[in-house]
């Protein structure tokens, strides 16, 4: 049985957001720091964010997707992808990838 | 669920140390039990009465937290927004302010957190629908609001 993907990922995001709930995991903020990328660039980015549907995945338990987001922030200068997972009241980011640094390309 | 004595959150760029904060996990991967908007409202009045000057990712977090735009920060303190786009890219050192643009640059931001917490206030007051006249006057609860962090240079 396939499973659906949420129909409206950026607003649900955003949302989460707002109130305080876009989290990242402990693995995701040593890759925001080892990427120079700060909560501030993720949250402008949501604002102009595309979804990226090719990287998204299948949750391990099979209940959901892992659901891929990209977008710059507001200098223009960091073209981010983040990979949330919605775990409510939370929804928490498990990956951070800087595409214009050499090593995320 | 597991809890961290403390926990050194540096997702603005900066250390913050947090105390007590439970763990959660989904999918194999483990996350503070954290509300963002709670942890900037109180790193950004920690920073503001903090006596070591501001390095860039502090003033980048303010400015953010605050929702200023370049612009409107460098009308207010008469400092050309490159400039303080400039600072703010120097991350971990200190940033150019002077004394008093640093001075004014923390009252500025000040009042922008009482102007957020005003709204903040009278719309909660607002919604209320019924003041409560319990038999007995219960004693009030601000545990939640204790001082558990600390704001890292």
Redesign the interface.
């Known amino acids: 049985m396939s499973i659906q993907k949420n129909p409206s990922v950026i607003q649900k995001v955003i949302e989460a957001s707002e109130k305080g709930c876009l989290i990242p995991s402990f693995h995701a903020e040593k890759q925001m720091n080892a990427r120079d990328v700060q909560m501030s660039d993720i949250e402008e980015m949501l604002y102009r964010a595309s979804r990226e549907e090719i990287k998204d995945q299948i949750r391990d338990d099979g209940k959901d997707w892992k659901y891929a987001l990209r977008g710059t922030n507001d200098n223009g200068d960091k073209d981010i992808r983040i990979i949330v997972v919605f775990n409510e009241p939370e929804t928490l980011i498990i990956t951070v990838i800087d595409k214009d640094k050499k090593e995320d390309r | 669920m597991r809890t961290l004595e403390t926990y050194t ?5 900066f250390d913050v140390i947090l105390k007590d904060v439970a763990v ?1 996990s ?7 039990s ?7 409202t109180n790193t950004a009045k920690a920073l503001l009465t903090n006596k070591q000057r501001l390095i860039g ?1 502090q003033l ?2 303010l400015r ?2 605050l929702d200023m735009s370049f612009d409107q920060v460098s009308e207010k303190l008469h400092i050309p927004a490159s400039t303080l ?1 400039s600072w703010e890219n120097k ?1 971990n050192d200190f940033t150019g302010l002077s004394l008093e643009q640093e001075k004014a640059f923390r009252i500025l931001s000040i009042n922008q957190i009482l102007e957020l917490e005003k709204s903040r206030f009278n719309i909660e007051v607002t919604l209320i629908k019924e003041f409560q006249t319990p038999s007995k006057v219960v004693a009030l609860d601000i545990g939640s609001t204790s001082e558990s962090f600390i704001v890292n240079g």
């Open positions: 959150f540096k997702g603005f760029g959660k989904v999918e194999g991967e483990d996350y503070p954290i509300n963002m908007n709670e942890l900037k990712y980048k977090f953010t937290y786009r991350g």
